[in-house]
Every structure is written in C-alpha cells, then in structure tokens.
C-alpha cells in the first residue's frame, strides 16, 4: 500500500514536474519568438492594452494584429470615459468614436463621429482592409460597420449620461478645451491623472514590423460632428515602416494644425532621436500659440525602426506603458515643456 502511495506521489510530482517545465519551455519559447518585439502606449491605462497586445507579440504575432488587440481592452472598459463604450459624449449626448489604424507599408485606414459601434478600431482595420478608401465618417461608417455584421449598440452609459448632465447645468452649452479638467481630472492640471484621453498604440514586432492604432470618444462635450485628430493619418497616428511611428494624445486641434505625428516621424527620419522628434512637434505647438498652450495639453509618443522610444508632452502628468520581454508593466513619465 505505501509502496502505491510512494508511486502515485512520484508519478503526481513527476506530471507536474512536466507540466512546470513544459510551462517554462512555452514562455521560454514565446521570450524567445518575441525577442526584440515591444509594445507602447499613451497614458496608464495602457498597461491593461500593453498586456493584451503582448499576448499577440510574445506569440510571435504581427504588429498590426497586436496593436488592435491592445486598444480593444480601453474601448470596452466601463470606467474608461475617454475612449469607446462609455465615453463622455458631445453635448447633445451622443457618443461618437474616433479611430485609426497602420501597418508598415503605408496602409491605414480610419472612422470618424461614428455611432453605436463598441471597437471602432475594428472598423478601421476592416476600411483598410476590405474597401478603397482610408476613412469613412459618421452615418456612412455606420452604415459600412453594420455591413459588415458589427453590432448596432447603445453605448452611452448610466454614468456617463449622469455626467453629461452635470454638466449641461453650468455649460451653457458651451464645448471648451480640457473640459475633462473640470468633472474627473482632480489635479486641475490639463493632462494630469485622470485628465486624459485617446489610447495611441504602438508596437514591434519579433519581425521588425511596426504598427499603430488610436482610438477615442474625443473630447467631452464636444461639438457635434467634431473630429480630433485621432482618425486623420499624419495627425494623431504614423507609421512608416523605414523610420519608425508617432501617435498623440490631447487636444486634437493642435495635433492637426501641425501634422504632429507625421511631423514626429519626419523628424526621426532627418536623425533626431523618438524624444528629440517628439520635443520638435510639441515646440512647434507651443510657439505658434504660446498662450493658449499653457493651458492645454499635448503629448507625442514614438518609436523608430530599432525599436527605441521617446515621448513630450506641452504639460506634466503625461505618461507612456512600456511592455517588452523584459518588463511588462512600466509606466513611464514623459518630460515636458512647463
Ligand atoms: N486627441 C483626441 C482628440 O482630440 O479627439
């Protein structure tokens, strides 16, 4: 009988043994598939999306299939009122999305001011992917969306309806720059923690291929119709596979103004460095409005081909997620001009 004992406790030891080396050998495996791969993204929620992306990376998977994957975790979380299902709506109470996605070789597509669609960034892929254009805005995106079987869904919530109506009390109707500042963002600060919007994602692969997703409701209360820059391929989001890719944060209308991400990778293309490319786009903000950037924010986020990031912001409290084979959680404050 015990000699029975002994042998099921040796057999039990020996499987699970087995099943601990098989486990090392499959992380070993998917270090190994993902080395050089790394994934990065705006803002602490990135971390979440990060983990999400990494799950395609370490696999050895595309960046671009990564990059979706990851900003599909903000766009459906609740408490994310800055991006997707959930977001703050403009001030006629309607939630419309904003979104863009690229791959290497120049192909991208985008949504704009579309409505009831819970991941735009998956419409986005599919304007990419299966029509001729590269954006498709409102009524005509939803029209294309449910064509393409996404659910038509409601995606104002409890929370942010009760938001919304808050501030329709004191408003007077009025969409304002850093809105957000006023209801969540505690610190006051334009940009601080809890002040903040859009996911910008990018990533490389084990490959070598860069890719990049945005996605966002845009801001609070805005005027409806408004687009950020979010959508619009050179302004919130670039990706040239020779050189590298840029994606922005804050208030869209100045990332647009300056081609910011377009900007970014230009710059890294003339030599600058992802940080020193970021800091030129945002100086170019800052000096052609040198008043009213001081009460808004700004961020660039890059990466070049070799996989080497940067980030600058106009104000403090901007932060980037880093995960890679080596960390798979960092958050990382990004310098800024004030
Ligand atoms: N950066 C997002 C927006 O301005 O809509």
Redesign the pocket.
């Known amino acids: 009988m015990a000699d029975r004992r002994d042998f099921l406790k040796a057999s039990l030891l020996g499987a699970s043994a087995l099943a601990v080396a098989s486990q090392t050998s499959t992380v070993r495996a998917a270090s190994k598939s993902a080395a050089g791969a790394r994934v990065i993204s705006t803002w602490d929620f990135g971390i979440a999306a990060n983990q999400a992306a990494w799950s395609v990376l370490a696999q050895g998977g595309h960046a671009l299939d990564a990059v979706e994957t990851g900003v599909m975790v903000p766009e459906a979380d609740l408490k994310n009122h800055s991006v997707g299902r959930a977001g703050y709506p403009d001030r006629d109470g309607h939630v419309s999305l ?1 979104a863009s996605i690229m791959d290497a070789d120049g192909s991208c597509g985008a949504v704009a001011a579309l409505e009831h669609i819970a991941h735009p960034i998956q419409v986005a892929r599919r304007v990419m992917e299966r029509t001729p254009h590269v954006l498709l805005v409102g009524e005509g995106a939803l029209q294309f969306a449910l064509e393409q079987g996404f659910k038509k869904e409601e995606l104002l919530t409890p929370e942010s309806e009760a938001a919304w109506k808050e501030w329709l009390k004191t408003a007077q109707y009025q969409p304002s720059v850093n809105s957000e500042v006023h209801d969540y963002g505690k610190t006051g600060i334009p940009g601080g923690k809890g002040n903040h ?2 996911i910008g994602m990018l990533a490389i692969d084990a490959q070598g291929r860069l890719a990049g997703a945005c996605t ?1 409701s ?2 609070a209360w805005k005027l409806r119709g408004r687009v ?3 959508p619009i391929i050179g302004a ?1 989001l670039y990706v040239d596979g020779e050189v590298g890719a840029a994606t ?6 100045e ?1 647009i103004r300056n081609a910011g991400s377009f900007l970014v990778v230009e710059l890294m293309r003339q030599g600058r460095t992802p940080q020193e490319a970021c800091r030129e786009a945002v100086m170019r903000i800052v000096k052609k409005r040198p008043n009213a950037s001081k009460d808004l924010q700004v961020g660039f986020l890059a990466m070049n081909r070799h996989g080497e990031v940067g980030a600058f912001a106009i104000q403090p409290g901007f932060s980037y997620a880093v995960c890679d084979a080596g960390r798979q959680d960092g958050l990382v404050p990004a310098k800024s001009v004030y």
């Open positions: 904003d919007d859009t966002t845009g801001m950020g820059d979010s919130g922005s944060t804050g208030v869209g209308e990332v």
